[in-house]
């Protein structure tokens, strides 16, 4: 048998260090989160505020946080489960749904903070490039910067629609127009009107159509709930533009109403010290009054 040198010895096992924990789960990309979270030392204590984008299959959830040691602190969140209260009753996690959980929250956090009036946002939404400026007399405009994750940020990915509509709601977040659906990286420019169908579901509206014509058992199947719903492609885009009325009108969080549950036991319930003294001292009086009936 050949020599092999041994790689892996007493001294390399001694000096290894594990990965943090969230890195081994596959979790956070460190390297991203370093970036975005490291203050200037010049800024002190400053927040550096974050708009969190994290998508899963049933529910979008956008939330504006900032790093201290002992973790992370959320001062403000949406979430698209909450869009059937302003109108929004399906497709809770498409592009649309996504733009109008960042609107609910950059509206919310900014009612938070008493800014909703002096910043109201962009009221022509129309899928062009949006930035708030800050104004002279008063505070400054709300800042943040998006933290995708390890989502893919290619064009046209939902990440960036809350992100817009953060933006458009009257957050202040550095971003350009490179991956808004629209955008043509041959001629470097961004077709609004593409963007614009995105944002109030217009996209979706067409895609219904074609598949009715096509295949209409196919249709009643993938959009069954949004025939439930009396959502079709002819009125889901006053349907959006609704919700983004009413979510401009009332951000705030609305708690969910207590269920009176009534638990069940699945074992006997505790009867107490002098109820079990009792019930031991009536088995006795039986047990003996059997044993002077047998002597009889």
Known sequence: ???????????????????????????????????????????????????????SNTDICCQIAYARLEGDYIVSAAYSHELPRYGVKVGLTNYAAAYCTGLLLARRILQKFSLDKMYTGNDNIDGSYYCVEDQDDGPG???????????????????????????????????????????????????????????????????????????????????????????????????????????????AHKPAPKKNVTKKRWNAKKIGLAARQEKIKQAKEEFLSQIEAQKE
């Open 1 to 55: 048998m050949p020599f092999v040198k041994v790689i892996k010895n007493k001294a390399y096992f001694k000096r290894y260090q594990v990965k943090f924990r969230r890195r081994r789960e596959g979790k956070t990309d460190y390297f991203a989160r370093k970036r975005l979270v490291i203050q200037d030392k010049n800024k002190y204590n400053t927040p550096k505020y974050r708009l969190i984008v994290r998508s």
């Open 141 to 251: 405009a709300f800042r943040c910067c998006l933290d995708v994750g390890l989502a893919r940020t290619s064009t046209g990915a939902k990440v960036f629609a809350a992100m817009k509509g953060a933006v458009d709601g009257g957050l202040d977040i550095p971003h350009s127009v490179k991956r808004f659906p629209g955008y043509d990286n041959e001629e470097k420019s961004l077709n609004a009107e593409v963007h614009r169908k995105h944002i109030f579901g217009v996209h979706v509206g067409d895609y219904m159509r074609s598949l009715q014509e096509e295949d209409e058992d196919a249709f009643k199947r993938q959009f069954s709930r949004f025939i439930k719903a009396g959502v079709g492609p002819d009125n889901i885009e006053e349907m959006y533009k609704k919700a983004h009325a009413a979510i401009r009108a009332d951000p």
